[in-house]
């Protein structure tokens, strides 16, 4: 069956060169069907197996190869492949090993070419990172070697095709009814939030359930490494996305670039996908100069260790005073939301904190919400 798989996608391969199909899926398709029913006069195949064959082949060539089906599985939410040989999948919060492999090392290398180059970003040996997304919105990053020594790693977030909303989060535990309510009118405040927590705690997805909750009349700008949050219930949203050096190594784009030009397209609020670095500052800046209500995300293990962390990001790209930074964050920020992912999969959030200002050297806070035990407390 795989040699037989791989005969017929080179012979579809060649006609599809031969025909300047690559833009047309019907084309690919016909090309399949006239394939294997050359395949079928040589060598009879069972009505079947002709469907799962001309499925793979169209999936090797037109989508995402063998990492199609789960792509098409709903409950599957990360994909993880650690060179070609070794696939890995997140279900229903379970790590799974994955049957399939792809057929060599230079097909998983053309695939991630394939996921980069359309989104007009570039990976290689001298610049073996690289982010990018899908049509549908999942979140991809690479690793190539030799910085990946098991072989090309490719890391698919996937996303829903309807937004998450508010009321989902309280049925699956992640917020409560009383708390859903107080973050809503947060919001609708203008207060400016800042979400924070581990890595695939739920950061984004909680980011965009808030920015779903603003006013509809309100402009928005939001900015992000690759294009993540989708604010189906917004009308005037602008989307920026970062952009990385050229092959001449100019043309870079950065979130610091993006922050600074948002502030020159009147928005109401600015919400920063994911703050990493010097922009720390910026987004600070913004909030502090009337734009209430400005949203962003950022890891750390708790929110006094976020605050830290800012702090820490601001002085990559300043020479500010430490003084001067706290000043900057106690002004900018009203509230921190801790959320984090708990064995099983499931993610709650555990922890609300205000920003009370200063009191000598120190920013003041207060822990307004706390999650112990299985039980939610107002402090």
């Known amino acids: 069956m795989n040699e ?34 050359e395949e079928n006069r040589k060598s009879s195949i069972r009505l079947r197996q002709r469907v799962q064959l001309g499925k793979r082949i169209f999936d090797a060539l037109r989508r995402l190869d063998v990492l199609q089906p789960l792509m098409e599985d709903t409950a599957v939410t990360d994909i993880m492949v650690n060179g070609a040989d070794h696939i890995y999948y997140e279900r229903n919060g379970q790590m799974l090993r994955y049957e399939e492999a792809f057929e060599s090392q ?3 290398e053309d695939l991630i070419q394939q996921i980069v180059g359309s989104v007009n970003r570039s990976v290689n040996e001298a610049s073996p990172i690289a982010d990018a997304r899908l049509a549908d919105g999942s979140r991809v990053h690479v690793v190539l070697p030799p910085v990946a020594l098991n072989g090309p790693v490719l890391t698919i977030r996937r996303f829903r095709e309807k937004p998450i909303t508010m009321r989902e989060l309280i049925q699956w535990g992640t917020v409560t009814e009383a708390l859903a309510q107080f973050l809503q009118k947060a919001v609708r405040d203008k207060q400016n939030m800042f979400v924070c927590g581990g890595t695939a705690s739920g950061k984004t997805t909680l980011l965009g359930v808030l920015a779903n909750c603003i006013p509809r009349q309100e402009r928005i700008i939001t900015i992000e490494d690759a294009a993540e949050l989708r604010l189906s219930e917004l009308d005037n949203v602008v989307t920026l996305e970062t952009r990385d050096k ?94 984090e992912k708990r064995k099983g999969g499931q993610r709650r959030v555990t922890e609300i904190v205000r920003v009370k200002g200063m009191e000598g050297d120190r920013i003041q806070t207060e822990t307004k919400w706390t999650w112990k035990g299985e039980e939610a407390q107002w402090m």
Not at 289 to 318: K, Q, Y
Not at 322 to 333: C, T
């Open 106 to 108: 230079r097909r998983l």
């Open 246 to 339: 050229n092959a001449e190594g100019g043309g870079q784009i950065t979130m610091r670039d993006l922050i600074r030009a948002s502030l020159r397209m009147n928005p109401d609020r600015i919400i920063v996908g994911e703050v990493r670095g010097a922009e720390a500052l910026d987004m600070l800046q913004a909030m502090n100069t009337g734009h209430e209500g400005s949203l962003s995300t950022g890891h750390a293990n708790s929110c006094r260790d976020m605050l830290m962390r800012i702090e820490t990001m601001v002085l990559m790209g300043s020479d500010m005073p430490l003084a001067a930074i706290r000043q900057q964050i106690a002004s900018a920020l009203d509230w921190l939301i801790f959320i």
């Open 4 to 37: 037989r798989y791989l005969s017929c996608k080179e012979k579809v391969r060649k006609r599809v060169l031969q025909e300047n199909a690559f833009d047309s899926d019907d084309k690919v398709r016909k090309l399949i069907f006239e394939v294997l029913s």
